[in-house]
């Protein structure tokens, strides 16, 4: 008889409980204690950073005689390690039990760490099965959150974080970020959005279709302001996911020159992993 691992116990608790995440994310807002243990368990330490999905964007990065779209970054990042591992599925889309995007795109862990989750749960990946992945995420339309997630080794059971690097695959509907809006700012100020990057709204070429209202922003930047649309990109953390959504091109995503440096430095911090 085959030993459940901690990571699958895990696993059948979330689908569980998933829902709870917005009551649990709202009390951090009610109560100091409550946000410094929620803080503490699965977010200390945190580093995240919305990478946009390549799809979405309509100008690519020009530097040192180089083209870089958002994903490819990504793939820098994947290239340089010699640990990977994809997930199975994905743990928030099969809590919900969406219908709209793919179960089965699930994260990729990178780093020494990602040895110890269990093989029952994700497979042993090379860098081409990576890229694979990543290509597929790109095309289901699903944006990237790349950084070190606290919660995933709470939940894997594995050690240190130090050494996990997880890359999400993430939808407007079902991500665990999705609670955004109801976290405390002290836990939400751990997810960045890449500098340089904006989100461009053109109000002749919109339709007042809206449906980039409808669920699709997960950090509620965008709003109706007097028959149009106001984007507030102080909250806003470049995903694209709205940009994929309208299909007049009325939003877009810009970069500026900051992009670049923010780009090689953060890769740089990424990497020390391995």
Known sequence: MRKISFAEISIFIVNRIFNWRFWIAKLTKKSDLIKKIVEK?????????????????NKKIEAENSEFLPSEVIKAVVERCDDIVIMNSCLCRTSTNCQDYPQDIGCIFLGPTSRKIPRSICREATVEEAFEQIDRADEAGLSHIIGRNKID????????????????????????????????????????????????????????????????????????????????????????????????????ITYDDETIDNVVNRLDNLIEID
């Open 153 to 252: 080794t709470v939940w894997m059971n594995v050690r240190p974080g130090e050494g996990l690097l997880t890359i999400c695959h993430c939808c407007p509907c079902c991500c665990l970020w999705k609670v955004y809006p109801s976290l405390h700012s002290d836990i939400t100020d751990k997810l960045e959005r890449l500098s340089g990057v904006s989100v461009d709204y053109d109000p002749d070429k919109c339709k007042r279709c809206m449906k980039c209202l409808k669920d699709v922003c997960m950090f509620h930047a965008i709003r109706k302001d007097n028959d149009k649309i106001a984007i507030d990109n102080d909250i806003c953390k470049g995903c694209g996911l709205c940009v994929n959504t309208c299909k007049f091109d009325a939003l877009t």
């Open 41 to 57: 368990m699965l977010f200390e330490k945190d580093e995240i950073v919305v990478i946009p999905n390549a799809i979405s964007v």
